[in-house]
């Protein structure tokens, strides 16, 4: 099977002068070549941790049945992966996504299959770290690199393309190292959102991406085609919101097992994805209606914010469920961020269609990179109230400098209402388990105490 | 009615042994790799001290980073939780108290019934706790008991950074190379300490009294570094490395009481 053979890569850029070809910086192919040998020891270790963690969940008592689809499709070296080579051996395109910001309307509109490349696998931070030789740089991308440069994953090697919005330094310059080994489309995210020009210069980058696609797979998106895959986004988007409302009725499924629900988003076939969620939604609703809780009322109730959980990467998730709270929501693009907006359009002609993508997913977006950034405030609040929240853990990638600023005003404006936080640091690794699980535990220890009457 | 509180620190392990709110009895051991034989060697010699029998007591309650290690304790408390109330019972103006052992630094803010409302915790860096200056006693070549005696013989400010116990041993070792006096020296390493736990402090805002605990506080050097940083007075118990086991007692009379 020889679909990942080299692609053919970009023209060579040239400098203003139009003839010096600009060096090959960053990944040279040779560098791709001799990262090879370490794409065994990368892949044993991913599989064997997303082994863990799905059994991790697959142990959780009184797991409900329709989850089964999830951690099925939760094994990146399994039944998707299978998939999306058999999509591409049949001559079908493959854009790898970066980002929440990316418009997937546009991928799936055009027949190509979007699939998210963020990664979660620690044991590629160190290739990159070799590279790189900078510990200041967020895991995410670390990984991220790291499993691009290696090869490790089938996600990565498939991509014929891949969209890199650019909300963060780190993502910028990360696509700037990657333009080597497949084409980028960066995406251009304007960061003041209120300015005159911000909205203007989404919706051209939106339209951009648009031309890219069509070159890609080679032909124009219809009107047809792009309504249809709004709406098949729309159907998505209404069965997240009905799962989160159902979530709010009743402690019917663990935050730990939410959030593999919705990372999936980023992974799994859109339609089959709804379809499935629609069923575990039923499977919920029951739930709630039998009191069949998988925790008392009595258990504190947390809201995760900050930088985005990746699976298999669960140890933050575990560690908070593990010592006795409940995830009851969170703010996380990785979480219910990722289908809550809606797209909505006014008129379904292709500009009012695109504009309302674009809109979609930059307007009401909560990502730290925006500023002002009222809207996570906001947001925050009424999650709170809604969800009855007794604390909030705010969760920094370390490296993550725009979380990390968000959660000192975070923690101040959450004083003010008198809602406890946590911010918590941490790295893919399991080095900072036990410092992490000491914050935690002191932590819901703090939630308990509030509620207590009694004078010590 | 007898109750324990058994501290399982990362160096040391330490048993407070209360009956009805007075101290009866105290133990420590060193904690080293059999963390078993360390917390039933510090039990032993606090009912020892105590004279009593481990079935007198009517309730166990372990703190500390090894806290599920305790086979026999009835309950458990976070190290935040018993530093709270163990440090209001011996000044129960505290509002704000610091606690900096062997390997992390922590500073909460508590209420007078011992309710913790806030607290933080040193990262994963040694440059912020005990382990620090026992790093930096063996650079100078002097026993750490010696380290806070010394550095108060100094009246001069020598700039350190010290982010790291690797990377400021060897600026001890500029230092030293530099001709700077042992004395200067050692006012500097505790200078360093004291201004990443106020900074870390200050993260917390700060509300009077402030109680300093932990094995730390047993060097004087350091506290009076830290009070010049603060720049107020600071409360330091008898007995500051004992404080994290006699909240966790005090816990375990509360359960005892609630039966």
Redesign the interface.
């Known amino acids: 099977m020889k679909i990942f053979g080299r692609r053919k890569s970009e023209p060579e850029a040239v400098d203003n002068a139009g003839s010096v070809a600009v060096e090959r910086r960053y990944v040279p192919v040779k560098v791709k070549e001799r990262m090879t040998g370490r794409r065994d020891k990368v892949v044993r270790e991913a599989k064997e941790k997303i082994r863990v963690e799905t059994e991790k969940i697959r142990a959780i008592p009184n797991n409900p049945e329709s989850l089964d689809h999830f951690l099925e499709i939760g094994d990146y070296f399994g039944k998707r992966s299978e998939e999306i080579i058999g999509f591409k051996n049949k001559g079908g395109k493959v854009v790898g996504t970066f980002c929440e910001f990316v418009p997937k309307e546009i991928i799936h509109a055009a027949g190509a299959i979007p699939i998210q490349l963020s990664c979660g696998f620690s044991e590629a931070i160190q290739p990159a770290n070799d590279l790189l030789s900078d510990a200041g740089l967020c895991p995410l991308m670390r990984s991220s690199l790291g499993t691009m440069m290696t090869g490790s994953s089938t996600y990565y090697e498939a991509s014929d393309m891949m969209v890199n919005p650019t909300p963060c330094d780190a993502k910028l310059k990360m696509g700037e190292i990657i333009q080597d080994l497949v084409p980028v489309v960066t995406m251009n995210v304007p960061r003041i959102k209120d300015s005159f020009s911000a909205r203007k210069q989404w919706i051209q980058e939106v339209w951009n991406l648009k031309e890219r696609v069509e070159e890609l797979v080679g032909k124009k998106i219809s009107k047809k085609a792009l309504r249809e895959s709004i709406e098949t986004y729309q159907a998505a988007q209404n069965a997240w919101r009905k799962f989160w409302d159902v979530r709010k009725r009743g402690n019917v499924i663990w935050g730990r097992q939410a959030l593999l629900v919705s990372w999936l988003t980023y992974i799994d076939d859109i339609k089959r994805w709804t379809k499935n969620i629609n069923k575990l939604n039923a499977e919920l609703e029951t739930r709630v209606k039998e009191k069949n809780f998988v925790c008392g009322d009595d258990t504190p109730r947390v809201m995760l914010a900050g930088s985005p959980i990746i699976w298999p990467n669960w140890k933050i998730l575990n560690l908070i469920e593990e010592s006795g709270a409940y995830i009851a929501c969170d703010e996380l693009c990785s979480g219910m961020r990722v289908l809550w907006d809606h797209t909505v359009v006014d008129e379904w002609t292709q500009k009012g269609m695109m504009d309302a993508i674009a809109d979609k997913y930059f307007l009401p977006c909560t990502c730290p990179c925006f500023s002002p950034n009222l809207e996570r405030e906001t947001n925050m609040l009424r999650r709170i109230k809604e969800y009855k929240i007794d604390g909030v853990v705010f969760h920094v990638l370390k490296g993550c400098h725009l979380n990390s600023m968000d959660a000192a005003k975070t923690s101040v404006f959450l004083k003010k209402n008198d809602i406890p936080m946590l911010k918590i640091e941490s790295e893919y690794d399991e080095g900072d388990r036990e410092q992490l699980r000491i914050r935690i535990e002191a932590f819901l220890e703090i939630i308990q105490t509030r509620k207590e009457d009694l004078p010590f | 009615m007898y109750v324990a509180g058994i501290d399982m620190g990362a160096k040391f392990v330490k048993v407070v042994i209360l009956d009805d709110g007075e101290i009866k009895g105290k133990g420590m051991a060193p904690t080293g790799f059999d963390l078993d034989e360390a917390a039933n060697s510090a039990f032993n010699s606090a009912l020892e001290n105590a004279g009593i029998q481990k079935d007198d007591l009517k309730h166990i309650t372990s703190t500390g ?1 090894g806290k599920k290690e305790v086979d026999f304790r009835n309950t458990e ?5 018993a530093a709270a ?1 163990g440090a ?1 019972s011996l000044f129960p103006g505290s509002r704000t108290i610091i606690e900096v052992g062997a390997e ?1 630094g922590r500073a909460l803010r508590s209420d007078e ?7 933080v ?1 040193n ?2 860096c040694a440059a912020g706790a005990g382990a620090f200056t026992e790093a930096m006693a063996r650079a100078l070549e002097i026993p750490v008991t010696e380290m806070g005696a010394l550095s108060l013989k100094s009246a001069k400010e020598t700039p350190m950074n010290a982010q790291c116990a690797v990377f400021a041993e060897s600026e001890v070792v500029s230092l030293v190379h530099s001709k700077t006096s042992k004395e200067d020296i050692a006012r500097a390493i505790h200078d360093a300490i004291a201004s990443r736990i106020s900074s870390m402090v200050r993260r917390l805002s700060i509300e009077k009294d402030v109680t300093l605990i932990g094995g730390l506080a047993k060097n004087i050097g350091f506290v009076e570094s830290l009070k010049r940083d603060l720049n107020m007075d600071i409360n330091v118990p008898d007995d500051p490395d004992f404080v994290g086991a006699l909240g966790a007692a ?1 816990v375990a009379r ?1 359960k005892a009481k609630e039966g």
């Open positions: 980073a408390v976070t190290e935040v939780g109330k209001i992390e019934n011992g309710r913790v409302l806030d607290f915790i990262e994963k005090l509360k």
